[in-house]
């Protein structure tokens, strides 16, 4: 029905003088609760159908575009857009580089594991269930857990179908599932919170709610009677959820579009090093089970394998159609899209790949230095690669935890922290669809007092 639906729209649509043009249509059902202590704050249950296109006119300076989108299903309601969307195109500037990718698109629907059937009808009371465990197992691990934030339980089921005028029809099923809980603990005065969360495609391969409380428990006590410190410079050990943030950073400035734009640091470093030779970064579509997996992109093309980096050398950038013919290049698969949006350029399941040390060899092979576990604020410029974070964590000597560390910024430059990574931990952690391990940097500024 999905894909009837998306197709038609696209008749109506060169019927009303369209040249070209596609379709998105995304079915979501949603239910999140959340509680607090023993008592339920909020329950939330959402169903949404969004049809979205993106219609093309033909003209001497190339391809007028317009994208419109309508929840409205019915039949009349799709063929007014269809009209309306190709008058929209008409007004708009034309653009030499717009259109849709000429050939190359999926061939084959691999099982991808996205979604379990088990999952499509679970209750509100077992949310409720999940979400409490969480709750009372952060109470429980210490009486200094004195409050929280709260726990929640929610699960996705999305259906998306694509079309084309080119020819190509397709739709995939996915899901998603997670558990956060954010407990409050107290001593003397002093207050401190954290969080854990877990995230997976299969209800069943979700970590515990009873882990995930505790583990959120224990990184708030590990807060309490924090210090600042001195400034130094000083060698610095990002842990995995806080790892993922730097990948985050880098992965905006191999995006397309930042590096026509002339918007990346990167802009210039195909093929060259931009790291030390402990960095391989992946981008897998096709990952089984990955939280950002799926058959084709937003364009109807294939997704897949491509090495980002390899041991330092920048190989790849992650492209779609549009921002591949500004750079003369081929797209990698990477467009990424809603309903009502023109395609961008996103990582699908992103990582580093881990090394052979755990985090515990790493903090002992320091000798003195820190190891970050919350990052804060958003001081990161693209343009430069100038970084400079809030942060908190557990200050290191002798290659042993001395106390906790807070209201300090930790700064450096992001080429300089990539080149400057000695080593990468065994700790990969997928929290979503980018992940990394723990990163050492040989060295970078700790402002403090």
Known sequence: MSLELATRALERAVAAGAHSGDAVLVEDESTEVRVRDNAI??????RERCLGLRLFVATEGGLRQAITSTSDLAGDAVDRLAQDTVALARATAADPNAGLPDSGFALDFPELELFDPADADIDVDRHVGDARAAEAAARAVDPRIVNSEGSSSDSQLTRVAYANTA??????QRAGHSLVSSP????????????????????SELESPESVG??????ALAQLGGKRIATCEVPVIFDPPTARGILGNLAACVSGYAVYRQSSFL???????IASDAVTI????????GLGSKPFDGEGLPTGRKTVVENGILRSFLLDHYSARKLGLASTGNASRSAGSAPGV?????WIEPGAQSLDELVQTMGRGLLVTKLFG??????TGDFSRGAAGVWIENGEAVHPVEEITVAGNLADMLADIDAVGNDLLWMGSVAAPSLRVSRMTVAGE
């Open 184 to 203: 409050i603990a107290a001593e003397n005065g002093e207050m401190q919170t954290d969080y854990w969360f877990a995230v997976a495609r299969r209800r």
């Open 167 to 172: 020819g190509f029809a397709g739709d995939y």
């Open 267 to 273: 802009a210039e470093k195909l093929g060259e090093r």
């Open 41 to 46: 704050d909020h329950v939330t249950q959402a």
């Open 282 to 289: 992946i981008d897998d579509g096709r990952l089984p089970g």
């Open 346 to 350: 996103a990582p699908t399941n992103l």
């Open 214 to 219: 505790r583990r959120a428990a224990e990184r």
């Open 378 to 383: 958003h001081g990161f410029n693209p343009v």
